[in-house]
């Protein structure tokens, strides 16, 4: 076997495990910086489950945020999504997603990693440009994430998040 198809292997196979590490419930402590000087801290809560038999790619997911507290969470910024859910498809080097965070519309976002605790997503979502990073912390149980987003080229906000594991990872969803 050569070793571009060994190392794809191998990468492949530590991006299942990277994914399969994130599962659970997660209280996600966040801070936006908006490129009009407005800040906004939020706290929410994420849950991520596995499909037991992705109908796309190697390994499915869904991922689920709502804000922890009743209200309303972005009362300053009515064109941004308090709660929502996504699937997405680990394919090789892509994570393909049937809704971005920003814009709602199917994106796909490039994966790089940086070590067996670090992901960066690249991903355009419409006018949008979006670099992720997400690292898990202290075997597992925190998660930081940095997140900066372009819109039309402007840096438009940037986000950090600091996340708890609340729950471990439940049963596998149904395809």
């Known amino acids: 076997m050569s070793s571009a198809v060994s190392s794809r292997i191998q990468l492949d196979s530590n991006l299942r495990r990277w994914f399969s590490r994130n599962l659970g419930l997660w209280r996600?402590?966040?801070?936006?910086?908006?490129?009009?000087?407005?800040?906004?801290?939020?706290?929410?809560?994420?849950?991520?489950?596995?499909?037991?038999?992705?109908?796309?790619?190697?390994?499915?997911?869904?991922?689920?945020?709502?804000?922890?507290?009743?209200?309303?969470?972005?009362?300053?910024?009515?064109?941004?999504?308090?709660?929502?859910t996504m699937e997405a498809y680990l394919c090789g080097h892509q994570l393909r997603r049937s809704r971005g965070y920003l814009c709602g519309s199917p994106t796909e976002s490039?994966?790089?990693?940086?070590?067996?605790?670090?992901?960066?997503?690249?991903?355009?979502?419409?006018e949008w440009a979006i670099l992720e990073h997400i690292r898990l912390v202290d075997q597992d149980r925190y998660r930081a994430r940095s997140i900066y987003s372009w819109k039309d080229g402007d840096l438009e906000l940037a986000e950090t998040h600091h996340e708890l594991r609340l729950e471990a990872a439940g049963e596998s969803l149904a395809s």
Not at 28 to 57: C, H, K, N, W
Not at 110 to 126: K, M
């Open 28 to 84: 996600s402590r966040r801070l936006f910086y908006f490129a009009d000087g407005d800040t906004l801290q939020v706290d929410m809560l994420l849950r991520v489950e596995a499909f037991s038999e992705p109908i796309e790619g190697e390994a499915a997911y869904r991922f689920t945020w709502w804000p922890e507290q009743d209200g309303e969470v972005f009362p300053r910024k009515p064109g941004f999504a308090a709660s929502g």
């Open 110 to 126: 490039q994966i790089r990693q940086v070590d067996e605790h670090e992901l960066i997503f690249e991903s355009h979502d419409q």
